[in-house]
Every structure is written in C-alpha cells, then in structure tokens.
C-alpha cells in the first residue's frame, strides 16, 4: 500500500514538473519559439480551443513566428486571442497567415518576466509540496488504522521527503535556466 501511494506522489510530482516546464516554455525570452503561443485560448465556433489545434505554427526566423490557420475564418479569432494574451506582441494579419514579430526585450520587461518566473516556480514547488503533504495524510490514516506499522510509517515519510526535495530541486533548476534565459541579453 505505500509502495502504490509513494509511486502515486512520484508521478504526480513528474506531472507537476511538466506543466510548469510547459508554463515556463511560454514565456516569451526575445527568441520566437512555437511553444511561445501554442496553448493560447481561441474561442472558434462556440469553443475554445489552443492555438497549435488550429493552425500550424512555425519560426522560419529567430525573431518572428508564422501561424497558418487551417481554416481562414480563424483567422480573425486566432489575431483576438493573441492581442488578449498577456505577451504583448502585435499580430499582423495578411488574409492567409498571422506574422507575429518578437521584438528585443526592453530591460523592465525582462525584470517582470524574471518576476513572472519566480511566481510560477513557486506555485510548482507548492504544487509538489502538496502531492507530499497529501500522500503523508494516506500514510498516517493507513498507520491509524494499523494497516502498517510506525515504522513503515516514518520510513514512508522519509522517501517521501526525498522524492520532494529531489522534485523542488528540478523545479528550481528549471526557474534558474529561465531566469538565465530570460536576463540573457
């Protein structure tokens, strides 16, 4: 039984790693990279939908990034949801394709992006601390109910802790690599 819920925490600990790699990926660094707007909402016909579900997005240049709807009635929403989302880069529509042009990072925009990093490491680091504090709440009610010993109990807990301290440790280093990425001029 704690073998199931200590396999449960690791990989919901991956999880939370990998959305906030996803998140950080989206933060905009001066460089143009598709993952930069891949998971913009578009509202299209009574839905919404990412980008990268409806259009293909591409970086034929180190600054400027392509977005080819595969529908060209997109192409008015996919230009709203851009303008709404929080990059603050200016679409241009042609009748076909979306340019959009990364411009050179200005100093206080990198300093809030570098804020904005901060922020989202912190909620990943919560994120695993409570999967941890979760897991440890299982662990004691199995120990309440006698259904392991104190011991296994402690021992428990003990992974547990390293398996957290290992997963804050790749957080950080993912927030760090950002932040580098980010003040990088």
Same mark, same amino acid.
């Given at each position: 039984?704690?073998?199931e +819920?200590?396999?449960s925490?690791?990989?919901?600990?991956? +999880?939370?790693?990998?959305?906030?790699?996803?998140?950080?990926?989206?933060?905009? +660094?001066?460089?143009?990279?598709?993952?930069?707007?891949?998971?913009?909402?578009?509202?299209?016909?009574?839905?919404?939908?990412?980008?990268?579900q409806?259009?293909?997005?591409?970086? !034929?240049?180190?600054?400027l990034?392509?977005?080819?709807?595969?529908?060209?009635?997109?192409?008015?929403?996919?230009?709203?949801?851009?303008?709404?989302?929080?990059?603050?880069?200016? !679409?241009?529509?042609?009748?076909?394709? /979306?340019?959009?042009?990364?411009?050179?990072?200005?100093?206080?925009?990198?300093?809030?992006?570098?804020?904005?990093?901060?922020?989202?490491?912190?909620?990943?680091?919560?994120?695993?601390?409570?999967?941890?504090?979760?897991?440890?709440?299982?662990?004691?009610?199995?120990?309440?109910?006698?259904?392991?010993?104190?011991?296994?109990?402690?021992?428990?807990?003990e992974?547990?802790?390293?398996?957290?301290?290992?997963?804050?440790?790749? /957080?950080?280093?993912?927030?760090k690599?950002?932040?580098?990425?980010?003040?990088?001029?």
């Amino acid at each position: 039984m704690i073998d199931e +819920t200590i396999a449960s925490a690791e990989h919901r600990m991956k +999880t939370a790693v990998a959305v906030l790699q996803r998140e950080l990926d989206a933060v905009r +660094t001066g460089h143009a990279r598709p993952s930069l707007v891949e998971q913009i909402k578009v509202d299209y016909y009574d839905s919404t939908l990412p980008l990268n579900q409806l259009a293909t997005i591409s970086a !034929p240049e180190a600054r400027l990034l392509v977005i080819q709807p595969w529908d060209r009635q997109a192409l008015g929403a996919i230009e709203k949801a851009i303008q709404k989302s929080d990059l603050g880069l200016n !679409p241009i529509n042609d009748g076909h394709t /979306i340019r959009l042009a990364i411009p050179q990072l200005t100093e206080d925009r990198r300093k809030e992006l570098v804020k904005s990093v901060h922020k989202k490491v912190e909620e990943g680091r919560v994120a695993v601390r409570n999967v941890r504090r979760h897991c440890i709440d299982e662990i004691r009610l199995l120990d309440k109910e006698k259904k392991v010993s104190e011991d296994d109990d402690h021992r428990a807990q003990e992974q547990l802790q390293k398996l957290t301290d290992r997963f804050i440790e790749e /957080i950080d280093k993912l927030g760090k690599q950002k932040e580098a990425e980010l003040l990088e001029v």
